[in-house]
């Protein structure tokens, strides 16, 4: 091969990669950094692949992109992974892999590297990715290719090698973050019945520490994506930049699972997302009231398959983008307000509105009615003939 690019977050394993591939490989090595909105100095990034051995370094800021069309799309599907997982990660691994091909083509290169264990998710879904838009290019796993098998070897290669790394031994778990959450696996957390380190908290106060009085939020949606909170209109990255701190201060977005991987083993993670779990209360409050009941219902039952393909890595893969079709088709009227209360920890709807509402309180009330009562029992007969005709047999 000609050269390679990594996508370099500066941590542990891509600072070990980093010299690895170009003691290994012998040829240039260039580093490519996303911005997707975590709160980390890019330029002290820049200057450790440099110092390690990457013979040129690109970053691109790819956090209105990744909010807009990633996060904002999840949200617009309700996905969320077995019930609780926001996939922060899983959404920002195709934006990454898109911008890490076109790093690719800058520099000529025919070959791209990933910081992923063989055991994890994210080696999936970069390389799925990568395939879908540039099946030529040669894609190197170091973790699959090479002899360190534990992050204490990692440790005492970079010691080795003078390669400076943001983790210790003692707080040795991995960290993934971006303007999404903040996600933690391994270490200290791989006893699933051992509570997390408080001090491991970055974006969430601890609940019982949250305001004693509540605070009402009220976030506007048009067409499905949120537009403005408190009536004031903001970029989408500025938009759940601040809801991240909002929903922080009152500890909102903790979650502590034990996830199926696709690789097929079970993964405690921990995740941090305030932002992004308000917004999927305050979108379903919107969709409530402007959804049709049997889109609704179908869109929900999609949900859950648009969730896995998210997670698995199939972005963009004719069914990823078939769904994401669907689920914008779905979106054209979802246009309103949701009105939230958060107090420790929790997340609660207390209202919502809508020039494009279908809730007619003047039918729904108990105070009135609506069509004759008659035509109630001649549809309950009609629903009930085919359990009038199984009664026999049901056995009961």
């Given at each position: ?15 070990v990669?980093l ?6 490989y ?12 975590q ?13 390690t ?5 690109v ?16 949200i ?11 996939m ?27 910081g992923?264990t ?8 970069f390389?799925?990715?990568?395939k ?7 894609i ?15 440790f ?31 270490g ?25 009085v ?44 034990v ?19 308000i ?5 379903r409050?919107?969709?409530s ?41 779905t ?28 809730y007619?309180?003047?039918i ?16 309950i ?16």
């Amino acid at each position: 091969m000609k050269s390679i690019v990594l996508a370099y977050s500066g941590g542990l394993d891509t600072s070990v990669i980093l010299k690895w591939l170009v003691e290994t490989y012998k040829v240039p090595v260039y580093a490519f950094i996303a911005n997707l909105g975590q709160d980390e100095n890019l330029n002290e990034i820049k200057e450790r692949a440099l110092q390690t051995g990457a013979k040129e370094v690109v970053a691109e800021n790819l956090t209105e992109e990744f909010v807009s069309n990633y996060v904002f799309t999840a949200i617009k599907a309700n996905a969320v992974y077995e019930g609780y997982y926001l996939m922060g990660t899983s959404l920002a691994r195709p934006v990454i892999a898109k911008y890490l091909v076109s790093a690719a083509e800058k520099f000529g290169a025919d070959a791209v590297s990933h910081g992923s264990t063989g055991k994890g998710n994210d080696q999936v879904r970069f390389e799925l990715s990568i395939k879908a838009i540039n099946p030529s290019l040669q894609i190197i796993a170091p973790w699959r290719e090479w002899s360190f098998d534990s992050r204490k070897s990692l440790f005492d290669y970079a010691k080795q090698r003078g390669i400076k790394v943001p983790v210790t031994v003692e707080k040795p778990y991995s960290m993934d973050a971006n303007i999404a959450h903040i996600s933690y696996e391994g270490g200290v957390l791989e006893d699933a019945y051992k509570e997390p380190p408080e001090d491991m908290f970055r974006l969430t106060k601890n609940p019982a520490d949250a305001p004693a009085v509540p605070e009402y939020i009220e976030i506007e949606f048009e067409k499905g994506a949120p537009v403005a909170l408190n009536g004031k209109k903001l970029l989408p990255s500025q938009l759940l930049s601040e809801l991240n701190t909002i929903g922080g201060k009152h500890g909102i977005g903790r979650v502590d699972i034990v996830e199926n991987r696709y690789i097929g083993i079970k993964s405690r993670g921990v995740y941090e997302a305030p932002g992004v779990t308000i917004l999927m209360y305050a979108h379903r409050a919107v969709e409530s009231i402007t959804l049709d009941r049997e889109v609704y219902h179908l869109k929900d039952s999609l949900a859950v398959k648009f969730a896995e393909i998210a997670y698995n890595g199939y972005w963009f893969a004719p069914e990823g983008v078939l769904l994401r079709d669907f689920v914008e088709q779905t979106q054209k009227n979802v246009t309103g307000t949701a009105r939230l209360k958060l107090y420790k920890g929790s997340c609660s709807i207390v209202g919502r509105k809508s020039p494009c509402s279908l809730y007619n309180p003047e039918i729904a009330s108990f105070d009135t009615q609506a069509w004759n009562k008659a035509d109630a029992t001649g549809f309950i007969n009609l629903n009930a003939q085919r359990l009038i005709a199984s009664a026999k047999n049901s056995g009961i």
